[in-house]
Every structure is written in structure tokens, then in C-alpha cells.
């Protein structure tokens, strides 16, 4: 491969970076609306985290949401709420009510006194106030964890300013898929959480592999601006990116619609995140990079590594 | 020569991939509905003799069964439906009686030769089984409450014994203060006690005129108790557990002061939580003198008749934890009674105490602790507060006769029911510190089904998406990757049995996941090998520069994946630490499989020959 053979071949590419202002307004007003959300609306925190107790049942025949909850706080049950879920026959119902344990069957003791009603208690988690704080602090710091630990990894296998970049793309992407659940409401439960840092995996895959041809071009491409070289690397690693994306996304597809409504959440989450980690690994970091003046000195050649010549055919 | 494996790496992929193959072999092989049946104790035999009394239940019954099996005291019977088994763990209990647990269980299916060498199918979690899953906490301030009554007993024997009188001892938040009337008394008495009681630091004080020995536990002390107190709950609820009758429990320590306990195929939850809850224990006490010492002594109503009180010396003789083992029966008159048998301290303890004090009356109280669990408005949010208590009911005060020995009885129980669950309690061990349900999930068994089902839908589902599209994009290089791709899901379904990994449904997500990202590793090689077939490589040359570029990129991204997926498994618990399993596995599989398998079909498919274009 030669230098001009690259070289050339920029004009015939998308020019990526060309739109990185419009891309970097627009990351901003993403992460101004979620962090806006997140702050007004919050997050609306599932079982897990804010404890309490919860009961699935599942009826013959779809039941009156608004009458069936009527009926259990006429059974003495306070602050009910009642919700469909997946199918019009799967019902949750949610209480305020502290542990009992035999609250399962007490919900659907109340709800047989309606003879109508042929029911099955499929199933009924109850977690403790403590307990969900205490996952509310693991998974926080968990995720705080993930984003140090890779900033470590990549300080030391890239250098230092692609450790930055490739962390505030991260946290672009968790930013966003947090301002997403809290915007439509959606429950943020533990397999949510799990998404979360599956996509803080998975979008930093990208990343570094748009790094790495950065940092390979930056080593052996000795003419072209910082902006073209991320330009060349960007376009080089494009088809690998899309394709992987559209596979990931394929397979959460199929999650989202054939894996049930435990993980429907959980589905949503991830194909979020691969949509936007996508983006900020094309975007996000490179952009960062720029802005931080990423330059050859940067990624001087360690002499041990002579690859570079070695590749001439 | 380029592209071409030496013939012992060939073989050793194709051994790994052929092992892979075998051990996820059990996997295909469905589970049995199955009831198990074993003996209520260890003296308990079950033999071939009760076995084929269930199988002629179920004969009378109409139920169709096989493969029974009798294997180290314990049964197997095998059933067609689920339905069966439920019917017929019913039958079986009434003609066993309650001499023998008859539990549900899953029987698998592993052909004899795959067990020989150790296979076996994963494991699946209770969302994909039903069951339940409990947390429970221990309280360590009472467990430490608990230990210091007995310090406080214990102390007041000793001083008594050595002659020093001491005017009072109480108990304050983990402080025992002894008073003494003067400062000499106070000398011997710290003295005595630095040798016998070296589990606690000393304060001496002065007020009111009085001289003060205050005690407090060492740290390290407060540790062992606390270690303790949960050692000995776990190993009751392990016990209680067994009485109950489930096949393939989980109990487990997590963290300081917390217990697990996982339940598969349990339905009756309130059955299974008022056992494992269970606080009840028993004290034997003397009646009080007449003339004792009001501080010497404790009043206790009873429990038939909350009116009538008597009063109690405030020293414990024994308690249910010296019960080595307890039975329920009834008396001549049929009233329900518990016969129980004392280890042998405790048997010590009791003669003891009963020799010197015949014709006294002796109480047995039974004492639960319980747990008032109110919300309270605090700061505008809603919390719960959890208040312990102590209930202590008398049960029965009878005169001692004679001294008692190891066995005795006890009466005074309401209902038959009672007698034998407090026997079960006594036999299974009291808890050594109240404890309390913190997390509780139950899962029908019908949802599990659902989720297995829907699960193994989302599998195929986006494998076949995968392959498809892998197949038009890539054409023969697109039919390679899917051989590995097919490797990988084999490979990993391997290591997890081989593991006994548990499979749940986020773990099953984490599969799905893992087959996306899998073809990642393929296409960065065979995006690098186009590009450098653009670039006016030859053919050979371009799936070497390809294979060899792409593995720096792969193993970067797929390091650091697997870190996150390492943290996730650390802060997760249950479903999700399933999820962190199965992706970090994945992860492994997939370098293997993406690099040495694809790399070995392409060399065997192209490798060694003159090319003029790839099917790429």
C-alpha cells in the first residue's frame, strides 16, 4: 500500500469531518435534553432500586385496569397501582406496602373475590428499601468503575488523549440512553442497568477500533492534515462499523420482539445505545480528538514496533 | 509456505471444536418432571421396599411413571408430565407419611456415556424454572444483644462461685456495667474476670458511690459473634431447608451479614417463609422464690391464658439450641406433645440444675421473635421502619419431679400442627439471631416455561439474521464465518455446562448479544482483507495482511469488553450476574472461534493455491 494510493483515495470518501460542528451541536442538545431530563423528570427507578413489592398475575381473559384496581384498594391494599404487562392478560400490580409474606397470595385472594376473574400468580418479587439502595449505589458505582478502568486501559495502550476521547464518548452514549429512559418513562431496572454497561462495552469495541486506525495512519501517513488523517480512518473502518452495528442490531431486534417483556427493556436499552455508540465512535471521539489537537508527536513509533516497514510489498 | 497451519494446529482446533461439540451434547437432552424422596433424617433409610410402596400408590392412583431408581438413600421417579408429578407428589406423601420428603424435581437425561466423562446440561436459573429466591438479613445487634445476656449469665455464676458480691449488673447497648460496693471487691472481681472473660475490654468508673466494672466486647470478638450468628443461621436454614423438600436448594452466604436461599419449583411461598422465618425457640427457667430479688426475676403471662402470669428467675438453664433432637406425639390423653432429646452439655445443664431444686416448679417459655414493620413519613418520603421484638409466652410450669436427664417431654401446645413444627424448628436448629426477609422474588413455573421458550425463539431468531446476512455480504468468506459462528454458540454452550454455570434469562441475552458481536471479530479481518485487495494486494498476501492487522484491533476491543463484563459480574447479582457470565464467556469463545477457526477454514479453503480473486 502506498501513501498516494491513500492519499488519493480521500476525495473519493465521505468527508466526515466536515460535519463535526453540526454533529457536535447536536451531541450537545441530545446531552442537554437528557441531563435536563434526567433532572426534572428523573429517573423512573424499577423494583429493584426503590424497593416495595410487586406482583404479576396473569388472567384468562384482559380485566379492567381501572376497575381491578379499584377492587384491591377496596381490599384494603394502599397506594396500588396496576399495569398491563406485554399482553393485555399479564397484569402487574405494584404496592407501596411493606414486606408480607403472603402478599402474593393475598393479591390474588382479592382478586378471585371478583368471580369473573380466572386468575394465575406468575410471579411476585418484593425488595427491601435497603437492599434497593444499596443496588442504586452498586450499579452507580459500577458504571463509574467501567468508565475508569477503560480510561486506565487506554491511557496505556493508546496515549493519553484517546483514553479522554474514548471515555466522553461513553459517556456520551450512558448519558443519552439514561436522558432516553427518563424522557418516555421507561422502568430502569437491574437488567437495564446491565444493558447500560453492555453498551459502555460494546461502544467502546468502536472506539477503539477507530482509534487504533488513527493511530496507525498517524503512524505511517507522514503527509495530511490531523483532520484528514481521522477523515482516512473514519471512511477505512466505516464499512467494518456499519455492518457490525447492523448485526448487533439485527439480533436485538430479534430480543426486542420475540424475547418477552422481562427483557423488553433491556432490548430497548441496547439498540439505543448501539444506534448512539455507533454515532459517537464515528463522531464523538474523533471530534474530542481534534479538539485536543491530536497530532503525530502524539503517537511517536516506539522502536520496537517496526511493523510499518515491514507491511511495504 | 502462507496460509497454511501446521497439521498438529489443525488438529488441535479440530479437537476443541469436536470437545465443544460433546460437552454441549446434554443440552439437548429434556429434563424428566421427577419427584425425589428421602429419608425426613439421616437415621431414616429409603429403600427399594418404600419405593415400590409410592409405585404402588401411583398404580392405585392412575398415574403412568418410569425409570424408578433407589441411589444413596434416595429415590427417583420419573414422570411424563408435569402434571403428573404434582398429582403424584400428593399420593406419594400420604403413603410415605411424614418420615420421608417427597420433593419435585428435574431428572435429567444425560446418556450414561456422557456422564462417564463428566458432561452434563447447564443449570437453569429460577426464571427459567420458577421458584423462589430469598435474601434474608441478620440482625447482629440483636445476635450480639443475645450473646451478652449469656456473658451476663455466666458472670454472675462466676462471681457468685468466687464469693464476690456484686450489687447489680445491667446491659446497656453492648455494655455490661457490674457495680460493686467498694473498690477492693471491684479489684478482685476486674481481675477474675481479665482471665476468664478475655473477649472484652475493661472500664473501670466511679458514680453515685459505687464502684462500676464496665465490659464491652473487643472488635474482634464482635466479628466472631457476628461470623457466628451467621454460620449457625446458615447452617439451620440449611437444615430447614432439607425438611422442607426441595431438590437442588441454594443457600448461601452473601456478603457480612446476608443469606440466600433459592428455592427452584417451590410454589407455596407462605409455607416455605414461615419455616425459614421461623424464630421460635425454647428457654427452660425456674420458677422464682418468694423471696428473690425483684431484679433477679421476670414475669411472663401465659400463652393459653394472657391473664395469669408467673414469675420467672431471670437465669436461662438451657435453651432449644441444646436440642439434639425433637419429635411431636401425643400423650395418653391425646393432648399434642413434643419428646425431646438434650446433647449432652445440655443434658449436664439440666440435671444440674433440676437435682438441687426438686419439688420447684420449672417454665418452659416459648419465645419468637417477631418483626413490626411500619411506614413512617420521613422527610416527606415514605420509609419503612423495622422494629424487632421478643414475645415470650409461657407454655407450661410444672414441678420437677425428679432430676431430668438428656429426655423429656414438653406440653402445653395448642394444636397438633404446632407440636410438630416446633419439633421441626427444634430439630433443624434455632436460628442463633433473628433474621429478616430483605428480597424476595417468586417466579411461576408457567413464566418459566414462557421465558425459556421465548428465549430459545430470540436465539434462533437472530442467528438466522446473522447468517443470512453474513451469507449475502460475504459469500463463501460469509459461509466461513458462520461455521464459526455456529462453533462459538456450540463452544460456549460447552464451557457453561462444563462449568455448571447457571443459565437465566439475561443470560440468554447475553448470548443473543454475544452472537452479534462474534461476526464482529470477522468482519474487522475480512473489512481489512477487501481493503487490502483494493489496494492491489495479491490474494494470499491480502489474507495474511488481513488476519494479521485485524488481530491487534480485535484483541483490544474484545480486552476491554471483557472488562466491563468482569465489573458487571462484581456489582450484579442474580439474573444479571447470569447476563456478565454469559458475555464474558462469549467474549472468549468468540476470539477463538473468530481468529483460529475462520483462520483455519480459509486456509484450508484457499490457503496453498494460486488465487485470482476471493469470494469476499
Known sequence: MTEDNIMSRINRSIDFMAGRKIAGILSIILIVLSIGSLAVNQLKLGLDFTGGTLVEVGFEQAPELEALRLQLENAGFEDVTVQNFGSERDVLVRLAQGFSPTVGNEVLGAIKQNEAYTVELKRAEFVGAQVGEELRDQGGIGMLLALALVMVYVALRFQFKFSVASVAALAHDVIIMLGLFSILQLDFDLTVLAAVLAVIGYSLNDTIVVSDRIRENFRRLRTGSPIEIVNVSLNQTLGRTLITSLTTLLVLLALFFFGGELIHNFAIALLVGVLVGTYSSIYVAANILLMMNIDRDDLIVPETEGEVVDDRP | ?616
Open chain 2, 1 to 616: 509456505m502462507i496460509n497454511k497451519y501446521p497439521l498438529w494446529k489443525y488438529l488441535l482446533i479440530i479437537t476443541v471444536v469436536v470437545m465443544g461439540f460433546i460437552y454441549a451434547l446434554p443440552n439437548l437432552y429434556p429434563d424428566d418432571p421427577a419427584v425425589q424422596l428421602t429419608g425426613q433424617r439421616g437415621s431414616v433409610q429409603l429403600t427399594d421396599t418404600e419405593l415400590n410402596k409410592a409405585a404402588k400408590a401411583l398404580d392405585r392412583a392412575g398415574i403412568s411413571y418410569f425409570g424408578q431408581s433407589v441411589e444413596n438413600n434416595s429415590g427417583l421417579i420419573r414422570f411424563k408430565s408435569d402434571a403428573d408429578q404434582l398429582k403424584a407428589k400428593t399420593v406419594i406423601q400420604q403413603a410415605l407419611g411424614d418420615n420421608y420428603v417427597v420433593a419435585l424435581n428435574l431428572a435429567p437425561t444425560t446418556p450414561q456415556w456422557l456422564v462417564d466423562i463428566g458432561a452434563g446440561p447447564m443449570k437453569l436459573g429460577l426464571d427459567l424454572r420458577g421458584g423462589v429466591h430469598f435474601l434474608m438479613e441478620v440482625d447482629m445487634k440483636e445476635a450480639i444483644a443475645q450473646r451478652n445476656e449469656v456473658y451476663i449469665s455466666e458472670i454472675k455464676t462466676l462471681l457468685r462461685t468466687e464469693r464476690l458480691r456484686y450489687r447489680r449488673i445491667t446491659r446497656d447497648d453492648g455494655v455490661i456495667s457490674i457495680r460493686f460496693k467498694d473498690e477492693e471487691l471491684r479489684e478482685k472481681a476486674t481481675f477474675l474476670l481479665r482471665n476468664e472473660f478475655a473477649d472484652f475490654t475493661q472500664v473501670e468508673r466511679e458514680a453515685d458511690n459505687s464502684f462500676y466494672l464496665d465490659l464491652q466486647l473487643s472488635e474482634e470478638a464482635v466479628r466472631n459473634i457476628e461470623d457466628y450468628a451467621v454460620k449457625q443461621n446458615l447452617t439451620t436454614l440449611r437444615n430447614r431447608v432439607n425438611e422442607l423438600g426441595v431438590s437442588e436448594p441454594i443457600v448461601q452466604r452473601q456478603g457480612r451479614n446476608r443469606i440466600v436461599i433459592e428455592l427452584p419449583g417451590v410454589q407455596d411461598t407462605a409455607a416455605a417463609k414461615r419455616v425459614l422465618g421461623a424464630t421460635a425457640n425454647l428457654e427452660f427457667r425456674l420458677e422464682a422464690r418468694s423471696d428473690s430479688n425483684t431484679l433477679d426475676t421476670e414475669e411472663y403471662p401465659f400463652r393459653n391464658n394472657p391473664n395469669r402470669l408467673a414469675t420467672l428467675e431471670r437465669d436461662i438453664i438451657i435453651t432449644g439450641n441444646s436440642v439434639s433432637n425433637a419429635q411431636s406425639a401425643f400423650d395418653e390423653n391425646g393432648v399434642p406433645q413434643v419428646n425431646i432429646d438434650l446433647d449432652s452439655q445440655g443434658g449436664k445443664l439440666m440435671n444440674r440444675a433440676t437435682r438441687n431444686n426438686i419439688r420447684r416448679r420449672m417454665a418452659v417459655l416459648f419465645v419468637e421473635h417477631k418483626i413490626k414493620t411500619t411506614v413512617v413519613e420521613h422527610a416527606g418520603e415514605k420509609v419503612e421502619k423495622r422494629t424487632p421484638y421478643v414475645e415470650k409466652h409461657i407454655i407450661s410450669l410444672a414441678t420437677i419431679q425428679s432430676a431430668l436427664g438428656n429426655s423429656f417431654r414438653i406440653t402445653g401446645l395448642d394444636a397438633p400442627g404446632e407440636a410438630s413444627e416446633l419439633a421441626l424448628l427444634l430439630r433443624a436448629g434455632s436460628l442463633a439471631a433473628p433474621i429478616y426477609f430483605v428480597e424476595e422474588r417468586t417466579i411461576g413455573p408457567s413464566l418459566g416455561k414462557e421465558n425459556i421458550e421465548l428465549g430459545v425463539t430470540s436465539v434462533q431468531i437472530g442467528m438466522a439474521l446473522v447468517v443470512i446476512f453474513m451469507l449475502a455480504f460475504y459469500k463463501v468468506f460469509g459461509i466461513i464465518a458462520n461455521l464459526a459462528l455456529t462453533a462459538n454458540l456450540v463452544m460456549l454452550a460447552a464451557l457453561m455446562s462444563m462449568m455448571s454455570a447457571t443459565l437465566t434469562l439475561p443470560g440468554i441475552a447475553g448470548i443473543v448479544l454475544t452472537l452479534g458481536m462474534a461476526v464482529d471479530a470477522n468482519v474487522l479481518i475480512f473489512s481489512r482483507i477487501k481493503e487490502e485487495l483494493n489496494n492491489g494486494m495479491s490474494p494470499q498476501m491480502a489474507i495474511h495482511a488481513g488476519f494479521e492487522r485485524a488481530f491487534v484491533t480485535i484483541f483490544d476491543a474484545n480486552l476491554t469488553t471483557l472488562l466491563v463484563a468482569v465489573i458487571l459480574f462484581a456489582v450484579g447479582t442474580g439474573p444479571v450476574k447470569g447476563f456478565a457470565v454469559t458475555l464474558s464467556l462469549g467474549i472468549l469463545t468468540s476470539m477463538f472461534t473468530a481468529i483460529m477457526v475462520t483462520r483455519a477454514l480459509v486456509n484450508v479453503v484457499y490457503g496453498g493455491r494460486q488465487l485470482k480473486k476471493l469470494s469476499i
